[in-house]
Protein backbone atom coordinates (compact mmCIF):
# COMPACT_ATOMS: atom_id res chain seq x y z
CA UNK A 1 0.00 0.00 0.00
CA UNK A 2 1.40 3.63 -0.82
CA UNK A 3 2.08 6.04 1.56
CA UNK A 4 -0.60 8.20 2.26
CA UNK A 5 -0.07 12.16 0.97
CA UNK A 6 -1.79 15.38 1.39
CA UNK A 7 -3.68 17.14 -1.41
CA UNK A 8 -0.29 18.91 -2.39
CA UNK A 9 1.38 15.09 -2.47
CA UNK A 10 3.60 15.83 0.92
CA UNK A 11 4.13 13.19 3.43
CA UNK A 12 0.40 12.96 5.26
CA UNK A 13 1.43 14.16 9.14
CA UNK A 14 -1.21 11.70 11.26
CA UNK A 15 0.25 12.84 14.51
CA UNK A 16 -0.15 16.98 13.03
CA UNK A 17 -3.80 15.70 11.72
CA UNK A 18 -4.95 14.86 15.54
CA UNK A 19 -3.26 17.12 17.38
CA UNK A 20 -5.66 19.77 15.23
CA UNK A 21 -8.28 17.88 15.46
CA UNK A 22 -8.24 17.79 19.05
CA UNK A 23 -6.94 21.20 19.87
CA UNK A 24 -10.38 22.09 17.55
CA UNK A 25 -12.19 19.78 19.62
CA UNK A 26 -13.35 17.22 16.82
CA UNK A 27 -12.91 14.60 19.31
CA UNK A 28 -11.08 13.87 22.58
CA UNK A 29 -10.53 10.68 24.59
CA UNK A 30 -13.67 9.90 26.78
CA UNK A 31 -13.33 9.72 30.62
CA UNK A 32 -9.77 11.55 30.02
CA UNK A 33 -10.04 13.82 33.32
CA UNK A 34 -10.00 10.59 35.21
CA UNK A 35 -7.14 8.80 33.32
CA UNK A 36 -4.90 11.29 35.54
CA UNK A 37 -6.16 10.21 39.11
CA UNK A 38 -3.41 8.31 41.35
CA UNK A 39 -6.80 5.66 42.09
CA UNK A 40 -7.74 4.91 38.24
CA UNK A 41 -7.25 1.75 37.33
CA UNK A 42 -8.19 0.81 33.91
CA UNK A 43 -8.05 0.99 29.72
CA UNK A 44 -10.28 3.14 27.86
CA UNK A 45 -7.94 3.23 25.22
CA UNK A 46 -10.07 3.09 21.85
CA UNK A 47 -13.05 5.33 23.50
CA UNK A 48 -13.70 8.80 22.17
CA UNK A 49 -16.35 11.66 22.64
CA UNK A 50 -17.09 13.69 19.48
CA UNK A 51 -17.40 17.75 20.23
CA UNK A 52 -19.48 20.29 17.76
CA UNK A 53 -17.74 19.59 14.48
CA UNK A 54 -16.92 15.96 15.43
CA UNK A 55 -21.20 15.68 16.02
CA UNK A 56 -21.65 17.53 12.71
CA UNK A 57 -19.17 15.26 10.67
CA UNK A 58 -20.19 12.39 12.25
CA UNK A 59 -23.85 13.48 11.35
CA UNK A 60 -23.29 14.49 7.57
CA UNK A 61 -21.54 11.01 6.96
CA UNK A 62 -24.83 9.18 8.22
CA UNK A 63 -27.35 11.28 6.78
CA UNK A 64 -24.99 10.45 3.08
CA UNK A 65 -25.14 6.86 3.90
CA UNK A 66 -28.86 7.19 4.86
CA UNK A 67 -29.47 8.44 1.37
CA UNK A 68 -27.75 5.99 -0.37
CA UNK A 69 -28.71 2.63 1.34
CA UNK A 70 -32.07 3.72 2.80
CA UNK A 71 -33.57 5.62 -0.23
CA UNK A 72 -31.54 4.62 -3.24
CA UNK A 73 -31.09 0.79 -2.11
CA UNK A 74 -34.47 0.44 -0.13
CA UNK A 75 -32.84 -1.10 2.61
CA UNK A 76 -34.49 -0.67 5.72
CA UNK A 77 -32.43 1.41 9.00
CA UNK A 78 -32.31 -0.41 12.17
CA UNK A 79 -30.80 1.34 15.28
CA UNK A 80 -29.47 -1.03 17.92
CA UNK A 81 -28.00 -1.04 21.32
CA UNK A 82 -24.40 -0.37 21.70
CA UNK A 83 -24.42 -1.93 25.38
CA UNK A 84 -24.53 -5.99 25.10
CA UNK A 85 -25.18 -7.70 28.66
CA UNK A 86 -22.98 -10.17 29.91
CA UNK A 87 -25.39 -13.54 29.96
CA UNK A 88 -26.40 -12.93 26.39
CA UNK A 89 -22.24 -13.20 25.72
CA UNK A 90 -22.14 -15.92 27.78
CA UNK A 91 -24.94 -17.75 26.02
CA UNK A 92 -23.16 -17.15 22.95
CA UNK A 93 -20.09 -18.90 24.06
CA UNK A 94 -18.03 -15.46 23.72
CA UNK A 95 -17.26 -14.98 26.97
CA UNK A 96 -15.84 -19.05 28.31
CA UNK A 97 -14.16 -19.58 24.50
CA UNK A 98 -13.10 -16.39 23.15
CA UNK A 99 -9.88 -15.79 22.94
CA UNK A 100 -7.82 -13.71 19.85
CA UNK A 101 -4.35 -15.65 20.35
CA UNK A 102 -1.50 -13.22 19.70
CA UNK A 103 1.99 -13.36 18.39
CA UNK A 104 4.49 -10.39 19.39
CA UNK A 105 7.20 -8.93 17.01
CA UNK A 106 9.40 -8.74 19.41
CA UNK A 107 11.85 -6.37 16.78
CA UNK A 108 8.58 -3.88 16.38
CA UNK A 109 7.19 -4.28 19.37
CA UNK A 110 3.58 -5.26 17.05
CA UNK A 111 0.78 -7.95 18.24
CA UNK A 112 -0.25 -9.59 15.78
CA UNK A 113 -3.33 -11.82 15.55
CA UNK A 114 -1.75 -15.54 15.27
CA UNK A 115 -4.99 -16.72 13.13
CA UNK A 116 -4.63 -13.81 10.78
CA UNK A 117 -0.46 -14.82 10.88
CA UNK A 118 -1.14 -18.04 9.58
CA UNK A 119 -3.81 -17.77 7.14
CA UNK A 120 -1.57 -15.08 5.46
CA UNK A 121 0.71 -17.73 5.20
CA UNK A 122 -1.01 -20.35 3.61
CA UNK A 123 -2.42 -18.01 1.65
CA UNK A 124 1.07 -16.66 0.53
CA UNK A 125 1.92 -20.36 -0.11
CA UNK A 126 -0.88 -21.24 -1.87
CA UNK A 127 -0.44 -18.22 -4.03
CA UNK A 128 2.97 -19.61 -5.06
CA UNK A 129 1.77 -23.05 -5.48
CA UNK A 130 3.39 -24.69 -2.23
CA UNK A 131 0.77 -27.31 -1.03
CA UNK A 132 1.67 -29.18 1.95
CA UNK A 133 -0.26 -32.59 3.12
CA UNK A 134 -4.26 -32.24 3.24
CA UNK A 135 -5.48 -33.27 6.96
CA UNK A 136 -7.75 -32.13 9.26
CA UNK A 137 -6.92 -29.39 11.20
CA UNK A 138 -7.61 -27.48 14.63
CA UNK A 139 -9.99 -24.32 13.54
CA UNK A 140 -7.89 -21.50 14.18
CA UNK A 141 -10.86 -19.45 16.54
CA UNK A 142 -10.99 -23.25 18.40
CA UNK A 143 -6.85 -23.64 19.17
CA UNK A 144 -5.28 -23.60 22.33
CA UNK A 145 -1.98 -22.19 22.69
CA UNK A 146 0.01 -25.24 22.56
CA UNK A 147 -2.15 -25.78 19.01
CA UNK A 148 -0.81 -22.31 18.00
CA UNK A 149 2.48 -22.85 19.07
CA UNK A 150 2.58 -26.24 17.27
CA UNK A 151 0.82 -24.53 14.01
CA UNK A 152 3.41 -21.45 13.92
CA UNK A 153 6.24 -23.85 14.09
CA UNK A 154 5.23 -25.54 11.33
CA UNK A 155 5.07 -22.04 9.06
CA UNK A 156 8.42 -21.10 10.84
CA UNK A 157 10.14 -23.76 8.76
CA UNK A 158 8.51 -22.67 6.04
CA UNK A 159 8.72 -18.79 6.27
CA UNK A 160 11.58 -18.16 8.97
CA UNK A 161 12.59 -14.67 8.02
CA UNK A 162 8.98 -13.60 8.70
CA UNK A 163 8.42 -15.32 12.21
CA UNK A 164 12.44 -14.87 13.33
CA UNK A 165 11.18 -12.64 15.89
CA UNK A 166 7.60 -13.95 17.17
CA UNK A 167 7.11 -14.88 20.86
CA UNK A 168 4.61 -17.54 21.73
CA UNK A 169 0.92 -16.74 21.72
CA UNK A 170 -0.56 -14.75 24.12
CA UNK A 171 -4.16 -15.04 24.66
CA UNK A 172 -6.58 -11.96 24.72
CA UNK A 173 -9.52 -13.10 26.45
CA UNK A 174 -12.83 -11.17 26.29
CA UNK A 175 -12.85 -10.96 30.30
CA UNK A 176 -9.43 -9.93 30.82
CA UNK A 177 -8.25 -5.99 29.49
CA UNK A 178 -4.78 -7.52 29.20
CA UNK A 179 -2.42 -10.02 27.65
CA UNK A 180 -1.52 -12.60 29.12
CA UNK A 181 0.16 -16.04 28.87
CA UNK A 182 -2.12 -19.11 27.97
CA UNK A 183 -4.16 -19.80 30.91
Known sequence: MAPMTTLKGGPFDRTLFESVTKRRFFFTESFEIYRVAPNFQGDNRGLYDYGPPG???????????????????????LDCTVITPEPVLKTSGHVDKFADWMCKDAARGEYLRADHLVENVLASRLARGVNGPSKNS??????????????????????????????????????????????
Not at 55 to 77: G, P, S, T, Y
Not at 151 to 174: H, W
Open 55 to 77: CALQANIVDLWRKHFVLEENMLE
Open 138 to 183: PKLDEATAAEYQNILAKVATAAPSLLRTLSCPLSRQASDSNYSADR
